[in-house]
């Protein structure tokens, strides 16, 4: 007869010596009483995850400034509504568990943390942190958010799972990214100022090495969409309604409706418009006749029922047929007072139903974003350096800060772009920046200013090997001495990651056009993009984006003007605001143009939280109005890391 998994016995002196194998190796718990390590084997890096011996490990605290997230490093002040106890009442361990009490007082910015070290070897990789719990009836999702502190770094980060949610008998998973440092604390933040009191049972703690997984199909949330109805004649709709969801490589459907006045029309088929786009190399016979793709119920609204299939009909609509009369249904089908639920799936353009999702694989996320701590002055013609000595993001040291050099940690192909602020130009002077690799111009843009300080605006998509080095450079003409200013300069490059290597940036993102030729003043002002295209968390709402979930997104908008008469030196601008503050802009200077129609794009990425709003606003000193031209006026957002 064995030890339970979690321990292994021998006889020493004639007691028992029972181990646990479930801590980090040379932190055995001797449970019987003599003193001794052995090596466990596990790679945790936390001491004692199963409360074997009690809370010594965790603390509790309170931030300085007390809000939804913790300002202040973990142990600042003294923690006023918490209690920490090992409970071995019905724990959720073999023998015990970290029970946490909140008081029923306010206790928003108090915190539950626990400082570990991780090996050189896992630093810039993704790790683990993973942990069984128990909420009582009071506690409400997201009363507790997960946090990381890096303690050679002093700073915070939101791991990949920042809310945790309340759950009788759960189990949290969330991953982080390592910098450069070895020391942290995992921080449990309470974000919500409440006075009901609640428990939280913890058992299980391991950080540690990304735990290989195994998983089935990617299968997302329902997400609503509105059907687009053709060809019904004179019926009108009430309750017209879709929703759907991916499994695997597939889009599973729904579209319900009520017909209140009835329909006309006996030469045309009716058509449904689908969510996504149909895969028709993976249909067997991608034709009306034989393709099904879903079925359909309809009722009369009293006793009659009918079952008709869905057909393919394009890569983007289906059609109803009624086998008992062998042809599709028209718009003199649609009866009044009938309703009909139409389900089925088919597959999609561009999913795969092999996709790994990113928590599982081992490519970390490359990115780095960089700025500068003060203007930097230039007194020559020629192309200089630009020295960006300030990383606020840089998931793998790879910026050297003296020198504003970046060096590929690793091989594939990567976006970079920089927007640079020049200060004490002459009007007229050309401003020029330039991406330079391996000591090459490899991308350059230039600007002819109107005003002393002005913007240019640089990116480019470029393959790198593990080595080659990238860098800005900066110069101008007319008058060589000018500044770059520190305000809103900045520097981006991020890894393209494949659709194998994070799975999760396929369903966090939006597009809208607009057409309605909105008026643009010579002051920044928001653009609302009416018309949709796609938004999967309906996260887009009067001109103000929502990010749904933490991560690095890729921002992109356009936007073209009516006719005008321009005068040469007029500008056109438009710019990336979070959270009210700008953070991009790029700007144009117009020619003499008796008829014009200036355009400018912009294109960014930035890392972003949950709840974080992002607005596109634009000017032009002409202040003339947006194009109705849905091709040219757009905005879309998209989670690439």
């Known amino acids: 007869?064995?030890?339970?998994?979690?321990?292994?016995?021998?006889?020493?002196?004639?007691?028992?010596?029972?181990?646990?194998?479930?801590?980090?190796?040379?932190?055995?718990?001797?449970?019987?009483?003599?003193?001794?390590?052995?090596?466990?084997?596990?790679?945790?890096?936390?001491?004692?995850?199963?409360?074997?011996?009690?809370?010594?490990?965790?603390?509790?605290?309170?931030?300085?400034?007390?809000?939804?997230?913790?300002?202040?490093?973990?142990?600042?002040?003294?923690?006023?509504?918490?209690?920490?106890?090992?409970?071995?009442?019905?724990?959720?361990?073999?023998?015990?568990?970290?029970?946490?009490?909140?008081?029923?007082?306010?206790?928003?910015?108090?915190?539950?943390?626990?400082?570990?070290?991780?090996?050189?070897?896992?630093?810039?990789?993704?790790?683990?942190?993973?942990?069984?719990?128990?909420?009582?009836?009071?506690?409400?999702?997201?009363?507790?958010?997960?946090?990381?502190?890096?303690?050679?770094?002093?700073?915070?980060?939101?791991?990949?799972?920042?809310?945790?949610?309340?759950?009788?008998?759960?189990?949290?998973v969330g991953t982080f990214q390592a910098t450069d440092s070895t020391d942290y604390a995992i921080m449990f933040h309470i974000a919500v100022s409440t006075t009901t009191a609640w428990d939280i049972n913890f058992t299980n703690f391991y950080i540690g090495k990304q735990r290989p997984q195994v998983k089935g199909p990617i299968v997302t949330d329902w997400i609503s969409y509105t059907p687009v109805v053709t060809n019904q004649g004179t019926a009108t709709f009430t309750s017209l309604t879709g929703k759907y969801r991916r499994v695997g490589d597939s889009c599973e459907y729904q579209i319900t409706t009520d017909v209140l006045a009835a329909g006309s029309g006996t030469a045309t088929n009716?058509?449904?418009?689908?969510?996504?786009?149909?895969?028709?190399?993976?249909?067997?016979?991608?034709?009306?006749i034989y393709s099904k793709i879903g079925s359909c119920s309809a009722t009369d609204g009293t006793s009659f029922e009918a079952e008709c299939g869905a057909l393919y009909n394009t890569t983007t609509t289906l059609i109803l047929t009624d086998s008992g009369i062998n042809q599709g249904i028209r718009g003199a089908d649609l009866v009044s007072s009938s309703?009909?639920?139409?389900?089925?799936?088919?597959?999609?353009?561009?999913?795969?139903?092999?996709?790994?999702?990113?928590?599982?694989?081992?490519?970390?996320?490359?990115?780095?974003?960089?700025?500068?701590?003060?203007?930097?002055?230039?007194?020559?013609?020629?192309?200089?350096?630009?020295?960006?000595?300030?990383?606020?993001?840089?998931?793998?040291?790879?910026?050297?800060?003296?020198?504003?050099?970046?060096?590929?940690?690793?091989?594939?192909?990567?976006?970079?772009?920089?927007?640079?602020?020049?200060?004490?130009?002459?009007?007229?002077?050309?401003?020029?920046?330039?991406?330079?690799?391996?000591?090459?111009?490899?991308?350059?843009?230039?600007?002819?200013?109107?005003?002393?300080?002005?913007?240019?605006?640089?990116?480019?998509?470029?393959?790198?090997?593990?080595?080659?080095?990238?860098?800005?450079?900066?110069?101008?003409?007319?008058?060589?001495?000018?500044?770059?200013?520190?305000?809103?300069?900045?520097?981006?490059?991020?890894?393209?990651?494949?659709?194998?290597?994070?799975?999760?940036?396929?369903?966090?993102?939006?597009?809208?056009?607009?057409?309605?030729?909105?008026?643009?003043?010579?002051?920044f002002a928001a653009i609302t993009f009416e018309d949709l295209d796609y938004d999967t968390h309906n996260a887009y709402s009067g001109g103000t984006y929502t990010v749904p979930s933490a991560g690095v997104y890729e921002i992109s908008a356009h936007y073209i003007t009516a006719s005008a008469t321009w005068t040469a030196g007029q500008s056109v601008r438009v710019a990336i605001y979070k959270n009210g503050a700008e953070v991009s802009r790029t700007s144009m200077i117009t020619q003499a143009l008796t008829v014009g129609y200036p355009c400018i794009p912009i294109v960014e990425k930035l890392k972003l939280v949950r709840g974080d709003l992002i607005v596109i606003r634009a000017e032009n000193s002409q202040s003339a109005a947006m194009s109705a031209s849905t091709v040219q006026n757009y905005f879309s957002i998209a989670k690439v890391g």
């Open 1 to 172: 007869m064995g030890f339970p998994p979690s321990k292994i016995g021998s006889q020493q002196g004639g007691d028992q010596v029972a181990w646990n194998l479930k801590v980090p190796k040379y932190q055995a718990v001797n449970l019987g009483g003599i003193s001794a390590m052995i090596d466990t084997g596990n790679d945790n890096c936390l001491y004692d995850p199963n409360q074997y011996v009690g809370t010594s490990t965790w603390n509790t605290c309170e931030d300085t400034t007390p809000g939804v997230a913790p300002t202040t490093a973990p142990g600042t002040n003294t923690s006023e509504q918490l209690t920490l106890t090992r409970n071995t009442s019905s724990p959720l361990g073999e023998t015990g568990d970290l029970k946490l009490a909140k008081a029923g007082a306010n206790a928003q910015g108090e915190q539950l943390y626990t400082y570990f070290s991780i090996t050189k070897a896992q630093t810039y990789k993704i790790n683990t942190f993973s942990f069984d719990y128990s909420t009582t009836a009071n506690y409400v999702d997201g009363d507790i958010r997960v946090y990381l502190w890096d303690d050679t770094n002093a700073t915070y980060t939101e791991l990949n799972v920042r809310d945790l949610p309340a759950n009788a008998n759960g189990t949290y």
């Open 270 to 288: 009716v058509t449904w418009s689908l969510p996504q786009t149909i895969d028709t190399a993976k249909l067997s016979n991608p034709t009306a």
């Open 339 to 523: 309703r009909w639920l139409i389900t089925g799936s088919f597959p999609v353009v561009g999913w795969s139903s092999n996709v790994v999702l990113s928590e599982d694989t081992g490519n970390r996320v490359v990115a780095m974003i960089a700025g500068l701590t003060g203007a930097q002055s230039f007194a020559s013609a020629a192309a200089l350096d630009l020295v960006f000595n300030s990383a606020s993001y840089d998931t793998t040291g790879s910026l050297n800060t003296s020198t504003g050099v970046w060096t590929c940690p690793e091989s594939g192909f990567y976006n970079t772009s920089s927007c640079v602020r020049f200060g004490s130009l002459t009007v007229g002077e050309m401003a020029y920046v330039y991406l330079v690799k391996n000591s090459s111009t490899v991308a350059m843009i230039h600007n002819s200013s109107d005003v002393a300080n002005d913007y240019v605006h640089i990116s480019k998509t470029e393959y790198l090997n593990r080595g080659d080095t990238l860098k800005v450079q900066v110069s101008s003409t007319i008058d060589p001495s000018y500044a770059v200013s520190a305000t809103t300069t900045s520097w981006q490059i991020f890894k393209i990651q494949t659709p194998q290597s994070i799975g999760q940036s396929e369903v966090v993102g939006c597009r809208y056009t607009s057409n309605n030729g909105q008026s643009i003043s010579s002051s």
